[in-house]
Each structure stands twice: as C-alpha cells, then as structure tokens.
C-alpha cells in the first residue's frame, strides 16, 4: 500500500482584463457610494432587530448577531476609509494650479 505521489501545481492561467465598453455604466461614482451606504443602513437596521431580540432574553440568536456586528463593523469601516480617500483626493485636485 504506497502513497501516490502529490502532482505538482500546473500551470498558473492569466487573468482576462475586463472590457470597460461590455460593462453596465451606473452614471458616476457617487452611485457606487450610496449603494453601499444604503447596504450599510440595512445591515444597521438588522443589528437593531438584533439588539431587540437580545434585550428580549432570546439568547439563541446571538450567534448571528454577533456575525452581523462584525460584518457592520467592516461595512463602516470600508466606509471610512472610502470617505476618507475621496476627501483626501479632493484636497489633493484643489491643490493643483490652475
């Protein structure tokens, strides 16, 4: 009873680029950013009905709303940081000279 060999790792298939002209076009940026605001409001809401619940004594759910909470906590802090680059790229277009 012999062991098979492990085979090696093929070949390494490159990724396609994405065709920007096939892509659906959302308008502008903002729309991307309030997509996800509007995905954390609801992750918001949910962790309320959660809290409810908890303050209810219902303790079977709190592995789900410990789960939501940290998935908010990502959500809000990809936010930020989106916020903050956008902030900071506009800082940086006003200092350019005209």
């Known amino acids: 009873m012999g062991m098979d060999p492990v085979s090696g790792i093929g070949p390494i298939k490159p990724i396609n ?6 892509t659906e076009k959302t308008g502008q940026s903002s729309d991307a950013f309030s997509k996800l605001l509007d995905q954390l409001s609801a992750k918001e809401t949910e962790q309320d009905t959660y809290r ?3 303050a209810q004594g219902n303790m079977d759910i709190l592995p789900e709303a410990l789960v939501s909470a940290t998935e908010f906590q ?7 940081q ?3 680059q956008l902030v900071s790229a506009f800082q940086e277009f006003m200092r350019l000279p005209l």
Request: glycine letters at 6%; hydrophobic letters at 55%; a positive charge.
């Open 17 to 22: 680029p994405i065709d920007v002209s096939k």
């Open 52 to 54: 409810q619940a908890i």
């Open 74 to 80: 990502v959500g809000l802090l990809l936010v930020t």
């Open 82 to 84: 989106i916020r903050n």
